[in-house]
């Protein structure tokens, strides 16, 4: 798969939808890095605690991202919002979508 988002890329993020209720799996969130305070990270959510108190978060690009699989679930308290849209570049300027794109090959 094609991660959803690159390098670069300025989004718009909602936290209202926190307030009333868990982000879904496979919403694109920013949260505070848990390993290092006062940093943000975007990742995508793959699970949700049944509890609802912690939710778990991995990067598009597995291979090089660093995520829940290194610092575990991560308090529902830690996540800030759901990023829900890339306004630059402009040239990908659109709404982000629940899951990542299928890569196409290269002409």
Avoid: N, Q
Wanted: hydrophobic fraction near 40%.
């Amino acid at each position: 798969m094609r991660p959803a988002l690159e390098p670069g890329d300025r989004l718009l993020v909602d936290p209202a939808p926190l307030r009333e209720r868990l982000p879904d799996v496979g919403a694109i969130v920013v949260l505070e890095d848990p390993e290092r305070p006062g940093r943000l990270l975007v990742k995508r959510v793959v699970a949700v605690d049944p509890a609802g108190d912690r939710v778990t978060v991995r990067g598009d690009a597995a291979a090089r991202s660093r995520d829940s699989r290194a610092f575990g679930p991560v308090p529902r308290a830690s996540v800030l919002g759901v990023a829900w849209f890339r306004y630059l570049p402009r040239d990908r300027r659109r709404r982000l979508e629940e899951r990542p794109t299928p890569d196409v090959p290269k002409p």
